[in-house]
């Protein structure tokens, strides 16, 4: 391409932020400042961010360059929450539309990923995101959402993911019992009631840090994810969320949202439950494929009600 760099590589522009990468490394510049992260840690943040649409809150791909979700419009910043930019006057922030923000993330991941390099991988399913460019992988990144109308498995929705629909179970999770519950349905009700082995189906995701939501009732989204390696943003909560370890066992930084100051260490194992509370960000690390379920409450009210001081921070009290 004719504006490629020496490596291959375009550079790109939103707002005021340049973003350029060379063999190794993303090089962010704005205004006042420029930052410097590893290309592999960058694009696992990038597909994130893009594929959650900038999620609750705020997601830092690392200490100092991240987003926060207006729902609607996005702040770009770079040290927003970074004490040591806050407390110099550093940081640089601009609030840009949220369409905008995603289709130049998805124009950077789409230039910046190699062919062999799949950013939603755990590190030991997928090649090198380093060198100069060679290829692209667009079947990594613009994998097709699945959607159920009524549940997943039942006649006519989405089918249960299968060795022969190409979903094998991932090599961590050979222990996970495959069978499915028997359903006995009461005669007119066979296409009413349904059940599946929940286990089996996330045995069979390929991708990490993802949470895809299982079920929706009105507000209240229970995702599902599967872990392994350590989550490749550090999440700002604006609202309560809720983890359930259902299998092996995730170790968690929790730090101040603000500041990034150290608050708690979690180990959660399986059969655990943690209430992480809207005023922390959080970073977790899974040493072998594990199982987590995410529970979050979608009220668009809820950032408010927590920033204003409505509701307490953390919603229960031992
Ligand atoms: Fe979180």
């Known amino acids: 391409m004719s504006d490629a760099n020496q490596y291959g590589y375009r550079a790109f522009q939103l707002g005021g932020f340049r973003f350029t990468r060379d063999e190794y490394f993303v090089h962010i510049a704005w205004p006042g400042g420029s930052h410097t992260m590893p290309a592999d840690a960058f694009l696992r943040a990038l597909i994130r961010d893009v594929a959650w649409n900038f999620f609750y809150g705020i997601v830092n791909f ?36 949220g369409d905008e923000v995603r289709e130049r993330f998805s124009e950077i991941l789409a230039d ?10 755990a590190p030991e399913e997928t090649g090198t995101p380093f060198g100069s460019k060679h290829g692209s992988n667009p079947k990594a990144i ?9 549940m997943t498995g039942m006649k006519g929705d989405t089918p249960l993911r299968s060795d022969a629909a190409g979903n094998p179970v991932n090599r961590q ?9 028997e359903v006995h349905a009461e005669p007119g009700f066979e296409t009413e009631v349904h059940a599946y082995n929940f286990f089996a189906y996330v045995s069979r995701s ?8 299982c079920a929706a009732v009105k ?36 730090q101040d949202r603000d500041s990034g100051a150290p608050r708690a ?54």
């Open 265 to 318: 260490r979690a180990v959660m194992k399986a059969g655990d439950v943690a209430a992480m509370p809207a005023d922390i960000r959080h970073q977790g690390y899974s040493p072998k494929r594990s199982l987590l379920l995410v529970w979050e409450n979608g009220d668009p009210t809820l950032p408010e009600k927590y920033a204003s001081g409505k509701l307490k921070s953390n919603p229960v009290d031992f």
């Open 206 to 213: 390929d991708v990490t840090w993802n949470p895809s939501v």
């Open 62 to 97: 690392d200490s100092v360059f991240g987003t926060v979700n207006h729902y609607g419009t996005v702040d770009v910043f770079a040290g927003l929450y970074n004490a040591g930019y806050r407390e110099k006057n550093k940081q640089h922030v601009e609030n840009i539309n």
């Open 142 to 150: 613009n994998r097709k959402r699945l959607v159920a109308s009524r």
């Open 112 to 121: 910046w990923t190699n062919e062999d390099f799949d950013p939603f991988a």
């Open 219 to 254: 507000d209240s989204l229970i995702c599902a994810t599967t872990e392994e390696f350590m989550l490749p943003v550090i999440h700002g909560n604006d609202r309560v969320e809720w983890f359930v370890q259902l299998s092996d066992e995730i170790h968690w930084d929790i």
């Open 173 to 181: 999770f050979k222990d996970i019992p495959q069978d499915e519950p």
